[in-house]
């Protein structure tokens, strides 16, 4: 019954363990490119009219965005100078909550840490959402001379670590299990002491 239990206990905690690391891909995702090129920064939004669209790059230290829409259409004047005429929705009609944008001509400074913060119209409410982090880019530019990256968003990478991660902790749960089951074993077989 004492195997059973340890099976069962290890079971669900190599579960919550997998559940808590394909959240934390989730909305996570990193690129890579290389300067010159263009990369897309993805993002989706739940259902509803986009009110607000902010894409923003927390390390930067002066004021501005890296992308702004409101009002049904972009607004350059919030938009960071060092972004401007660089950056544009991928799809200008945000079907199906496409609110990913493209940034052209990418270089070294680009390096760092993007964020998709979306408001939306609430429906049969009068008082607005604040804007809801949707998804953090991680944007590294490579060097030229290093192999070429990865601009499917980071995906394959992501899904290659949890797999990873999860093998390792199912292969822990199995090696611990069979320990226990080994001295369980021999527990039982060993004479009784006279």
């Given amino acids: 019954m004492e195997t059973q239990t340890s099976v069962f206990s290890s079971a669900v905690l190599t ?3 997998v559940s808590a690391l394909t959240a934390a891909f ?3 995702q990193e690129v890579k490119v290389h300067p010159g090129q263009e990369v897309t920064l993805q993002c989706h939004s739940p259902d509803g009219p986009i009110r607000l669209l902010q894409w923003s790059r927390p390390d930067l230290k002066s004021a501005g965005f ?7 259409r972009p607004v350059e004047s919030f938009q960071h100078p060092y972004f401007r005429h660089r950056v544009q929705l ?6 199906d ?4 944008v493209v940034l052209k001509d990418v270089n070294i400074n680009d390096t760092g840490t993007y964020e998709c ?4 119209d609430s429906k049969g409410l009068r008082k607005r959402s604040a804007p809801e982090t949707m998804n953090t880019v991680v944007l590294k530019v490579l060097d030229s001379g290093l192999t070429a990256g990865n601009t499917d968003g980071g995906k394959h ?3 290659g670590a949890a797999l990873s991660v999860s093998g390792l902790i199912v292969l822990l749960v199995v090696v611990v299990m069979w320990k226990k089951t080994k001295r369980h074993r021999k527990k039982n077989s060993d004479p009784p002491d006279l």
């Fill in 66 to 72: 890296v992308f702004f829409y409101r009002n049904q």
């Fill in 117 to 120: 913060r979306v408001s939306v």
């Fill in 157 to 159: 990478q992501h899904i």
């Fill in 90 to 95: 991928r799809d200008p009609e945000m079907q």
């Fill in 97 to 100: 909550g496409n609110m990913s």
């Fill in 26 to 28: 989730k909305d996570h």
């Fill in 15 to 17: 579960s919550l363990i």
